[in-house]
């Protein structure tokens, strides 16, 4: 199914039969050469029974009946749905477009003609007219809009530094309401005695060392005493005479035992 996308002010159109991207890169299908329009500002899907727009992330993005799209969706459009990109206005038709259709279509700018003029014939004898004074209306639009723009950035940073200000002093009070609880010390007397006391932290945290080192050492010496308490418990309990005694009774034992195992060798090799 083919569609339509025709512009409100001037009657061209945009044929859409597939996809297509529009945009101001020079690579999108079609091209619009609009401030407000972004390198890739959407994309049209055309399936069997309708018709799919989606956004591609652009910074204004297309206002389907005075409804701004959603970052990045993809919805579904109508015929006779009104399309505004960038500053452009288009409504979607999916009949090609004539004189007669397209004027008939424009019921808001005929809304807007019939304030100024009594008749049809009144708006097609200045129609010229209104187009120059369409374009002249637009290009101030859209340079107050970038005007604004930079005053709402200058206004959005001067209420965050504003914030941080406030913070900042909320802060400070808080300090000074901690230091009020204190003694008062004016910044001489606190860095005499922020040196005072340093002195003494390293005084007292080398003696604690020493603590700490005779400590570990009395420690060392006390387990050395308990393995040597527990060596001569053991000592005790053994006699040299007795130990002798049992070593030179084994030891005949065991030269008889080996004597016996020689003779036996002997038969065995003998036989």
Known sequence: MTYYLI???NSDFIKIK???ILGRKSSCDIVLKDDLVSGRHCRFHVTERFLMLED????????VNNQEMDSKSRIRINVKDKLKIGSTEFYLSDKEPSDEVT???MVLEKVKIHE?????????QHQSHWHEEVSKKKNEIVKIQKKLNKVTSSKDKMQNLKNQVAELETNIEKLQSRIGETKNY????LVEKISLFSEKIKYYTEKRDQ????????SEKEELKAKKKSLMEKLGELSEEDLDKQHHELSKIYNTEV?????????????
Not at 186 to 189: D, G, P, R, Y
Not at 263 to 271: D, P, Y
């Open 7 to 9: 512009n409100i002010e």
């Open 18 to 20: 597939d996809k297509l």
């Open 56 to 63: 591609l992330d652009a910074s204004n993005p297309v206002q």
């Open 103 to 105: 004027y008939k279509s």
């Open 116 to 124: 100024t003029f009594d008749s049809d014939l009144d708006y097609e």
């Open 186 to 189: 004016s910044q001489e007397e």
């Open 211 to 218: 603590l700490f080192a005779i400590q570990t050492l009395a």
């Open 259 to 271: 004597d016996a195992l020689s003779k036996l060798n002997e038969k065995l090799k003998k036989s």
